[in-house]
């Protein structure tokens, strides 16, 4: 099989979960809690839980067709839609990746104008952060995995942060607990599932795991660890802010953390956006070897120059997104296919190879 | 064709150090060559010529001159490239007839007789624990270790690098012990090296590295004996060099250079505070300056009221830039302390007093700077030199230059941006093969008992794992008779 990935260039099965969980803590820590409580109001907890839950079954699926052999998408879609034609739905994969990357780009750039730099030119910057991305992604996927590892290491760090905003929280913001309904909570959940989103690279990176079937357990660990790593940040959230202002809030993370004081030093979001660019990496850094992985598997092509090449567009992409709400047309719109691919694509994908399976399998027997 | 010694002579005898004489008895003649800045005269006296003297019969085999001479390191023979090479390590070649080409080697080299008999270790200085380091001669050097570990598994490997100076290095490793992958990877690269002259074991650093384009040292370099003790038993391999005091170890982790042997000499909580403070230096040192550049220059909200009168106060008269005025300071402070490494020691001292003292204050009075630029400043400095290696300290000094063009750049996030590209570059390295980051990334659990602390000796009794050694365990922890853990009955 092509997929076949050298056992040197393996990695322990259990560093999945670094992988699993930086990419899916990423930018939208900062900001998800805008759109949860659009439907759900206070009760939008229970949304983000019943999103945990769902992926989990995705995630289940995506390592049943994934496993035994370990193979990646490319494969599947080979496998499910013939050579020709899998080969040209694993290209449209390419651009799927492209456009999460650039949002997560945009996205942070959007944060460090608002809020520290306001003169700042979108060219410098996403100039600056390509080239560093260049660096890491050139260093081959152990080192992308290296820094998920670190990625994770701080972030969970920063969690110790919202003790500071906890103080501050009232409880009866809290309350009436679940008045709302079924269909609210649903909608709500949709919308909470948008910043699991990532994990989903895992379809690529599957075959680098070693032994698969023993380690997958870490993976749906990251899976609960994100899901109990945002269902805290909401938490608070919701008892920090009223919900009147927090729909008026575009970053609440953000605004938290901006009460945190230390004798030697205010405006604690500063020091939070700064050290998010080490969180935010791995949500740009994986999406992107994905695309060179991709354009590997289909065409062999050297993926140095294939790396210059999206990152050249990412380059140009991201040039004409210079004012707020283009980006936040651009985040809806990324949401909006990944909830999609998530939610519809990968169950879909895991009944046809499914069902193909058996087809195969029955004729092979006859 | 082969090249016969008569055609070497030629080259050679135009040196005026290389003698040859005869020996004339009334039975026999001896024909002496030698080169005699090489050999120990007194030796020629006292145990060839005298004994060339006494035969009271014709010597006609070279077999029974090779009897005659009381010196065990004597061999036949007419080759000569190996003539030559023996000539060079200090033998005397002796013939019983000019025109043949075969005769005896007797090696009586005095190489040792220019370089120091020991050493301090005064670059790696501990207050406790043995001061004995490596001199400049292999062989003491293999002495020193080998009178340590008391094994039969230790092996030295040597061989001879270096097209000029023909360099003898050493390769240690323990056998049953050090995993054999590094000792063939060293074996292979030594092979595979190619260099005039060796003048010290950090030429073989940089051509055997894994990668010669970054600024954090690969191998490891000790002048001390207990520290290359160290690396062997717990699974590591050294390499030793002729005329160079320096030894190196591999493969290294990032971490291994901020442990210093006085750790295990100390009580584990005691040699663990050190070593953590040593961590925090380094954090301090790299990145103290960048953040004032990136505070004062983009960032002064975050200063705390309280705090802001005192910067304001302090930097009200400079006139310059922040990371002008800091770039200042840190380039003279590189210049007190190359300086310093310079000078000798005596003028060193009065160097500190003018540089330290004198020169901080009167830029602070001319306001060329503020003075709690200063207090960084020099408190960087000094936190770099807590670094018990010198080469990673010199790398740590110096990545604080790159971090404060990015913090004068782009303030935190500048900082932030050359953090993660040192983090990049510190992934990609490996050692040997083996990954510089490790034990904390690939992430070992169990290699943490020594690593940012060091723990008691009952719970380090494993080698680390990520060396891959071949036996685990490095001594049995057994529980002790005399002490019981009924609290109550104390």
Redesign the interface.
Known sequence: MHSAVKENFK??GF?VFFLIHSTQTGIGMLSFQRQIIESAGQDSWIAVIIAGLCLHIVLWMMVKILNNPSKDIIDIHRFCFGRLFGNAVSLLLIGYFFIIALTVLLAYINI?RVW??PSLKTWE?SL??LI?LY??IT?GF??LT??C??SVLLSTGLMFSLYFPLQYGQLSYFFPLFNHSFSDLLKSSQSSSVVFLGFESLLLYFPFLKSPQTNIKWAHFALLFSTIKYLALLIVTLLYFSQGHLSRTLWPTLEMMKII?V?????FE??FI??W??II?PTVCIPLWCCTRITKRLFALKPQLFLVVVLAFLFIAAQPFNDQTKIYALSRFTSQIGFYFVIAYIPLLFVLYFAIKKMKGKRLAQ | MQRTFHDSLKEISGSDDFAQTSVHTKWNSFYLSYYNTLISREQLHHEILTFLKTPESSINHLQELRALIPIEDIRVSSGADEIMEHLMNGSVFIQLDENYNEGILINIGDLNSAIRKNNDTENEYSVVGPRVGFVEDIDTNLKLIRRIIKSDKLKFEESTVGSLSKTRVAIGYIDGITSPQHVNTVRQRLSDFDFDVIFDSSFIDQVITDNSNSPFPLFMTSERVDRIKYALISGQLVIVCNGSPYVLIGPATIFDFFISPEDYYLPWVIGSFFRLIRYFGVLFSIMATPIYVAVTSFHYSVIPRELMGSIINSRVDVPFMPVVEALFLEITIELLREAGARLPTKVGQTLGIVGGIVIGQAAVAAALTSNILLIFVSLSALASFTTPIYKMSNTIRFLRFPLIGLAALWGGLGIMMGIVLILGHLLRLKSLGNPYLVPMFPFRYKDYRDSFVRSSVEFSYLRPGYLRPLTQKRYNVRPRKDKGDNFNEE
């Open positions: 990695m322990s560093l460090l520290i730099f910057l600056a952060l560093i660096y890491l260093g152990r080192v290296g820094f590892f670190f004081e004798p030697f030093l205010e405006r500063y020091l700064f050290i660019l080490m990496i």
